[in-house]
């Protein structure tokens, strides 16, 4: 549907229907979609920042921009980028011995993340889950972000959402870069399979 209401001889125009979870969509497609908009004039953009998972048919968007692994029912995505899960947390908060002993720790969790509630980690080359009970749950990634770094206790967040902070030093990474496991991003357009 985006396609063909965006594509013309000469120009682009029509409308763009765009869901993104809102700590990625407020750091990083401000700039990108300004630089669209400038570039294609008759294109109005619809941005909707949501923890809800949209799906693009029932809910009328063209392009959704997900992170994590993918619903085995989305039909067409290609990756944006790919980073690193970090297990964080402010620098007072000292790191555990091993991955396995984040279940006797505080932590923190996006209620809409397939890491709601065991993490990913990888152990000796393969990929093992550590279940953990969150002491606090949130629906956005900044306001995660801000209670780790107010000390509230331990997060697995993507780099592309906390660079900042952990270059800043106000999150630090607790675990060895061998033990993180991928995080991409992606855009997603088309229906989802049945």
């Not at 008759?42 to 923890?51: G, K, N, Q, R, W």
């Not at 002491?135 to 209670?147: E, Q, S, T, Y």
Request: net charge negative; aromatic share 6%.
């Amino acid at each position: 549907k985006a396609e063909a209401s965006l594509r013309s001889e000469d120009t682009l125009s029509g409308d763009l229907r765009i869901t993104a979870p809102p700590a990625y969509g407020r750091r990083h497609l401000a700039g990108p979609l300004a630089a669209f908009s400038a570039a294609h004039p008759e294109v109005t953009l619809h941005l909707s920042l949501s923890a809800q998972r949209a799906d693009l048919i029932q809910d009328d968007y063209d392009v959704a921009i997900r992170y994590g692994p993918l619903a085995e029912t989305w039909r067409r995505a290609r990756r944006l980028c790919r980073g690193h899960y970090h297990v964080v947390a402010a620098p007072e908060v000292a790191p555990p011995t091993h991955p396995g002993k984040l279940s006797e720790r505080r932590t923190l969790s996006l209620h809409a993340t397939h890491l709601r509630d065991r993490w990913p980690f990888r152990l000796d080359g393969a990929d093992h889950w550590v279940t953990i009970k969150p002491h606090i749950w949130a629906d956005d990634g900044d306001a995660l972000i801000a209670l780790t770094r107010a000390g509230a206790g331990i997060a697995m967040l993507p780099d592309f959402l906390i660079q900042e902070e952990l270059d800043a030093g106000q999150l630090v990474s607790l675990l060895s870069r061998d033990h993180l496991v991928e995080a991409d991003v992606y855009v997603v357009t088309g229906p989802q399979a049945p």
